[in-house]
């Protein structure tokens, strides 16, 4: 993915075009971007897809319902490796088809973890739909295994699928990078799993582009405030 973005960005930039993985970008008729994750595990024993169901009348296996139980249950400290930037917590908007709580539905485009296909299908997988196109690749996905066994050395229940996904109560994501730091700073799970240092460090980190960013003026509060005051 980092290859992927650099690549796309040197080739349009030797066309004259400047192309861009910011998540939701101030352009006229311009929608927010989201990375879409898609995971599924195969058995090395026995080369089958270990979130395809067999009873008919569920849409994960037994192991597949505690992964994705716990993605959502870290789904908001995860925010911080998923969607990392300031900009991308401006796409978690109820009724815009991107998520806004920590929440699970069969084939819905509206909730944050949406679970493709059922018994029999090989192809089954969690498609995430909380990451932002800026994300580290490295990050976010090594945020979902550990979140995902997690709920498997648990055996965390996930709940009923949502069929009305901004309406279903459940933990709201992060609307902020500084709630998001937040997040991940009050849960343990993460400090024991990537270790304190560096959580400690990346968390140093992103306070200082939230400092850099309260530095600055924007244009909102010039429109708000300069007229008026």
Not at 18 to 34: E, Q
Not at 38 to 46: E, G, K
């Amino acid at each position: 993915m980092v290859l992927f973005r650099s690549a796309v960005k040197q080739i349009a930039r030797r066309h004259g075009y400047h192309a861009t993985f910011m998540c939701r970008p101030k352009l006229p008729n311009v929608f927010a971007s989201g990375w879409h994750l898609h995971q599924s595990l195969v058995s090395r024993a026995t080369g089958e897809n270990a979130f395809m169901a067999k009873d008919k009348d569920e849409a994960l296996s037994t192991f597949g319902k505690q992964y994705l139980a716990g993605l959502l249950d870290h789904a908001r400290a995860s925010t911080v490796f998923t969607t990392p930037t300031i900009n991308g917590y401006k796409r978690y908007r109820s009724y815009s088809l991107a998520p806004d709580r920590a929440i699970w539905g069969r084939d819905n485009r509206g909730v944050m973890i949406r679970v493709l296909g059922g018994a029999g299908e090989a192809a089954t997988r969690l498609e995430n739909r909380i990451g932002e196109p800026a994300a580290n690749p490295y990050l976010y996905m090594a945020s979902q295994i550990l979140s995902g066994l997690d709920g498997v050395d648990r055996k965390l229940d996930p709940g009923p699928s949502a069929d009305t996904p901004y309406e279903t109560k459940a933990t709201l994501l992060p609307k902020s990078l500084r709630e998001a730091v937040f997040a991940l700073s009050d849960d343990p799970f993460f400090r024991d799993a990537l270790g304190a240092s560096f959580v400690d460090y990346y968390v140093h980190i992103k306070n200082a582009e939230i400092e850099r960013f309260q530095a600055e003026v924007s244009g909102w509060e010039h429109r708000e405030y300069f007229e008026m005051f």
